[in-house]
Each structure stands twice: as C-alpha cells, then as structure tokens.
Nanobody, 124 residues
Framework: QVQLVESGGGLVQAGGSLRLSCAAS????????MGWFRQAPGKEREFQAA????????YYADSVKGRFTISRDNAKNTVYLQMNSLKPEDTAVYYC?????????????????WGQGTQVTVSS
C-alpha cells in the first residue's frame, strides 16, 4: 500500500512556474514508477509525465515537453513536477500516481495508487 499526498499547487500568471511535490508513504517507494496526471472540469484525466523507479527514464505528453520536468528523490520518497511557461490551458487538478508496472504507460489505468490532487490555476 502506498499513500500519496500532493502539494505545491496554486494560482499563477501565464508564463509563470510552479513546482508540485508528491510525498509517498511506505518503504517501497523506489519500487514504483511514478506519474503525474491532470484533470480539468468536464474532461478526462490526462497523462502529463512519468518517471521510472530509479529516475533513469522519463516520459512526457507532447503538450508539456520542454515545459514540464518530472524528477524523483527516492531518499525522500518524493516525486516532483516542475512546470514552467504555464498557460491558462494548464489549469486543472494535478494528481500523482504510483505504478507497479514498468515501464509506466500514459494511461490512468496503468497506475495503482493515487493522491487526492492539487489545484493549479493559471490566469491570463
């Protein structure tokens, strides 16, 4: 069992940056691939980025390549999402998730545990 808690969301102007954090409980964090998803009102949950168990491989949605960076610190049981050059269309609730499978896939169905989400609002 893994419990995930996101933080770092908030209100930012277009062009600004935010760094989301996701703290995981348990001693097996390093066994899981980790992902970030987002969900805007009325839309499906959308893959943003994923990272392998040891951080050696990263994966991004085309819409965020070059703007978002995923990273992890297994010593701190934490995964991060650095978001730069934010746009109003990035406004959503952002979720982190843990996956047993490797490599991670860009679908919410490939993840086993989810956080409660953190709101990101980008104003124009």
């Amino acid at each position: 069992q893994v419990q995930l808690v996101e933080s770092g969301g908030g209100l930012v102007q277009a062009g600004g940056s935010l760094r989301l954090s996701c703290a995981a409980s348990g001693r097996t964090f390093s066994m899981y691939a980790m992902g970030w998803f987002r969900q805007a009102p009325g839309k499906e949950r959308e893959f943003q980025a994923a990272i392998s168990w040891n951080g050696g491989d990263t994966y991004y949605a085309d819409s965020v390549k070059g703007r978002f960076t995923i990273s992890r610190d297994n010593a701190k049981n934490t995964v991060y999402l650095q978001m730069n050059s934010l746009k109003p269309e990035d406004t959503a609730v952002y979720y982190c998730a843990a996956a047993r499978r490797h490599p991670p896939i860009p679908s919410p169905y490939g993840y086993d545990y989810w956080g409660q989400g953190t709101q990101v609002t980008v104003s124009s």
